[in-house]
């Protein structure tokens, strides 16, 4: 069974950073593609990075959020700063098990529970 937990979101001012983690377990995910993906209230859920050997990003946080991944302890991150208060959303962690990064919603096969960022004005 494939558990994925994310942790690390909180409240922050803006223009300050946060460092939400993804702790994979149940198989190896060295070789699929990881991401995260940010529903906000009344928003449907969008891509914000994905990363297998090197990070793709949507044009909103290119510059300003960074997406690691350390593979031997299965965990992914995502270093965000120069936060806006647009950028509050829950924040999910998924994997595909497509070896292709993609952007694509529809092509996370496994997701975490999402953590909570919420940055003010």
């Known amino acids: 069974q494939v558990q994925l937990v994310a942790s690390g979101g909180g409240l922050v001012q803006a223009g300050g950073s946060l460092r939400p983690s993804c702790a994979a377990s149940g198989r190896t995910f060295s070789n699929y593609v990881m991401g995260w993906l940010c529903q906000a209230p009344g928003k449907v859920r969008e891509f914000v990075a994905a990363?297998?050997?090197?990070?793709i990003y949507a044009d909103a946080v290119k510059g300003r959020f960074t997406i690691t991944r350390d593979s031997a302890k299965s965990t992914m991150y995502l270093q965000m700063n120069s936060l806006k208060p647009e950028d509050t959303a829950v924040y999910y962690c998924?994997?595909?098990?497509?070896?292709?990064?993609?952007?694509?919603?529809?092509?996370?096969?496994?997701w975490g529970q999402g953590t909570q960022v919420t940055v003010s004005s």
């Open positions: 990363i297998r050997w090197s990070g």
């Open positions: 998924a994997v595909t098990r497509s070896v292709v990064v993609t952007i694509r919603r529809s092509d996370y096969d496994y």
